[in-house]
């Protein structure tokens, strides 16, 4: 597997050269809520100057494709709606074709769910009293107990629950912030039971749809999430990389389960331009100057070299064992690049 992925760069090495299309999660990615990441407009810029189609992907119900698109065009990346896949809209498109025309919906988020469903040609609706065929829940920051206890009596009372994404947490500047998944959870306690149906991330759903829009031509899936966007690309079995701006870290990648490890790494999306900026996981125990052996529940890092080969080195190891180890450096540049990843601080 490793070879035949590292096939798929092209002539120069470059990433970006294997695949026709380019799909970005947006928050951890693009950007942090409102602003954008260091590099990212350059990035994306760089893809466009050369002709290569780019699409996005995001669980963030709280925005509508268009208002997403204008939030990237305003920070430099050009976009058009249709270049832009939601959660909220793709929720909305699944009820349409289950309910029928101008059946009340029970929204528990931000407006741009309830313009969705509008424009599907359903009628979003906050109470149980209009008595709803059925709640749809996405994220919104003003998301209160009222909507939870509305959307809670109609659950009880016979609605399918259709929740937008599942995301825990959110990426910020300020760290990670509660997101959808934590109000989902909240109902989840409350009604002891899981949503009927979860749209967005890790289902395949969007990036399944986007694919498509690259013909017979390879996808490749950039995301900040092992949960959501690089399971997700792996359930509609496409190539994924893990860039670390925003909420996965060097220490989750290093505990990933099978179904969520991507097939590349990178610090950021200089990854997608610079073979020297990404790295094929897993790579080899011995990998780039780097050696890594397993030893009393440990992995023991030695030698030296390109911090992203050592990360590829561990990932060789810790994904062979059966336990979560705990990292150690065994020499002086084998600390700086723990360092680098923050593996440092893993201590079991």
């Known amino acids: 597997m490793e070879s035949a992925r590292a096939d798929r760069a092209g002539a120069d090495g470059r990433l970006v050269d294997g695949y026709a299309l380019v799909v970005f999660d947006l928050d951890g990615v693009i950007y942090l809520i409102d602003r954008p990441i260091p590099g990212a407009v350059e990035a994306v810029g760089r893809l466009r100057a050369e002709g290569r189609a780019v699409a996005y992907a995001t669980n963030n119900a709280s925005r509508r494709s268009s208002e997403v ?13 249709v270049e832009v896949l939601t959660s909220a809209a793709a929720t909305a498109e699944l009820l349409r074709d289950r309910l029928p025309a101008g059946a009340p919906v029970l929204v528990v988020g931000a407006e741009a769910l309830r313009a969705e469903l509008r424009a599907v040609g359903l009628r979003p609706v906050s109470t149980v009293d209009e008595e709803p065929a059925a709640v749809a829940q996405g994220y919104g920051p003003q998301v209160g107990w009222s909507e939870l206890a509305e959307a809670s009596l109609a659950v009880r009372a016979g609605a399918p629950w259709y929740a937008t994404n599942t995301d825990r947490t959110l990426p910020s500047p300020r760290g990670p912030l509660p997101g959808n998944g934590s109000l989902v959870a909240v109902l989840r306690t409350a009604l002891g039971r899981d949503p009927d149906v979860v749209v967005g991330k890790p289902e395949p759903a ?66 997608l331009f610079d073979a020297a900026a990404v790295v094929t996981v897993p790579g080899r125990p011995g990998t780039g100057g780097w050696s890594v052996t397993a030893t009393d529940g440990e992995l023991v890092l030695d030698g030296a070299g390109r911090p992203l080969d050592a990360l590829a080195a561990l990932c060789a190891v810790a994904w062979a064992t059966a336990t979560d180890p705990r990292v150690r450096a065994a020499s002086p540049a084998a600390a700086e690049a723990l360092a680098a990843f923050g593996l440092d601080r893993v201590d079991g």
């Open 69 to 81: 698109a204008d939030l990237l065009t305003g920070m430099g990346v050009p976009a058009e709606p």
């Open 206 to 271: 969007l990036f399944a749809t986007a694919a498509r829009r690259a013909g017979s031509g390879r996808t490749l899936v950039v995301g900040d999430r092992l949960d959501t966007d690089i399971e997700g690309a792996r359930r509609a079995g496409l190539d994924s990389l893990l860039v670390l701006t925003g909420v996965s870290d060097a220490a989750e990648l290093l505990a990933a389960p099978e179904s969520r490890r991507p097939a590349y790494v990178s610090f950021d999306l200089a990854g």
